[in-house]
């Protein structure tokens, strides 16, 4: 579906002064919960992937350039053929500065309770101001409710609006044909990476999906914060455990407490991700506890050095006797996921699925031993 130009809202902007067009933004703010997304940009991007795709194969790592924003368009199809530290020198030449990190924030996608929204902000503001100069990455796409309530790219967002910190959107097409004029959204994102296939009929929800550019996302980063976090959360965070593994297996100095002293010795080594996480900012309801990525993966930091594959599935093992891994809530009731029928959304079950691959990969590379020393705890 491609949204109709508003003419109109331009014509606004042409003959207002500012601080008209900023009542005109605070009016849509209060309405819709956020800041609505310019839908005759997100038109011209449809446009310009469809044309892509119909000139020639998308290749990896092309760039458009629509107005003020820059589009990185990712086949999904050779995502993984990727040059990672090149496709990141590209995208840091977009910002006007000397970048040291891109920091990677994750988290719930269902909103978090409102009396918890400034605890959010102020230790992500505290974590992030340790590695300045950054730029922060995340999923683009928000969920605020007009009591306030925000999920973490919402949260993400208005930071980034508050602040005027350089930000990289990650879309794929499902999030894509989610910009519409009523999404929440940053106005200040200017730089995007799209993992992209080729849309049938410009219906983007059949295209990538939500979690298919993880790959490259996590790469991406030096840092990673995670607030939560459901099932694609863990993904991510168990991504990052590997990465530091892998990088630590090539570090000859390979012990915990040195940490990123190997990159002055051996310079073409890439550095160890920094990782953090806080947990304990949901809404505390009388039911069935979901789970967290962050408080889960805390359970394993206290005897990690003793910690043994038996150990570890005990700890799986009792998190799980009082929590449920995903649920849908239909008609005010919590639906477990193995109550699931077919008629539930096949995503559901899919992560399902995943969360057991990745559990495997948590256990069989022993990744306890990568988690760092705290999480921050609500």
């Known amino acids: 579906m491609i949204y109709k130009k508003r003419n109109s809202h331009r014509n606004i902007q042409n003959i207002q002064n500012i601080q008209n067009i900023q009542n ?22 449809v446009e310009n992937i469809t044309k892509a795709f119909q000139e020639k194969p998308l290749r990896y790592n092309e760039k458009i350039k629509i107005d ?5 368009l990712i ?12 496709l990141k020198k590209e995208i840091l030449k977009c910002i006007p500065m000397e970048v040291k990190q891109i920091i990677q924030i994750i988290g719930d996608s269902n909103p978090f309770p409102n009396n918890n929204i400034d605890k959010i902000k102020d230790n992500i503001s505290q974590i992030i101001n340790q590695h300045q100069p950054f730029v922060i990455e995340y999923g683009f796409t928000g969920n605020k409710k007009a009591n306030g309530d925000s999920d ?11 602040n005027y910190y350089y930000s990289i959107g990650n879309l794929v097409d499902k999030s894509v044909g989610y910009l519409n ?15 992209t296939k080729n849309p049938e009929n410009n219906i983007w929800g059949n295209g990538s999906n939500f979690g298919e550019d993880v790959y490259l996302t996590d790469n ?14 863990f993904t991510q965070f168990v991504n990052c455990l590997f990465i530091n593994k892998q990088r630590r297996e090539q570090n000859p100095f390979n012990v915990p407490y040195l940490k990123n002293i190997f990159a002055i010795f051996s310079p073409n080594q890439k550095k160890l991700i920094n990782i953090y996480g806080m947990f304990g900012f949901r809404e505390v309801k009388n039911e069935t506890a979901i789970f967290s990525t962050v408080e889960f993966l805390n359970e394993f930091i206290t005897d990690r050095n003793q910690m043994n594959r038996d150990m570890a599935n005990e700890i799986k093992e009792n998190y799980f006797t009082n929590h449920i891994l995903f649920a849908i809530r239909k008609e005010g009731i919590i639906k477990k996921i193995e109550d699931f029928t077919e008629s539930d959304n096949k995503n559901h079950k899919t992560k399902h699925d995943k969360f ?7 256990v069989d590379n022993e990744l306890w031993k990568e988690l760092p020393n705290e999480f921050i705890k609500c």
């Open 24 to 45: 005109i933004q605070n009016i849509q703010n209060i309405q819709n919960g956020g800041n609505i997304y310019d839908d005759s940009v997100y038109e011209k991007l």
């Open 220 to 233: 991406l980063c030096d840092t990673l914060i995670c607030a939560d976090g459901g099932p694609q959360s």
């Open 152 to 162: 973490i790219n919402q949260i993400v967002a208005d930071l980034i609006d508050r």
């Open 75 to 86: 086949n999904s199809a050779e995502i993984n053929n990727l040059n990672i530290d090149e």
């Open 181 to 195: 004029p009523y999404t929440t959204i940053s106005k200040n994102t200017k730089i995007f990476t799209l993992v």
């Open 356 to 362: 057991n691959e990745d559990w495997q990969k948590f």
């Open 68 to 72: 003020n924003k820059s589009f990185f």
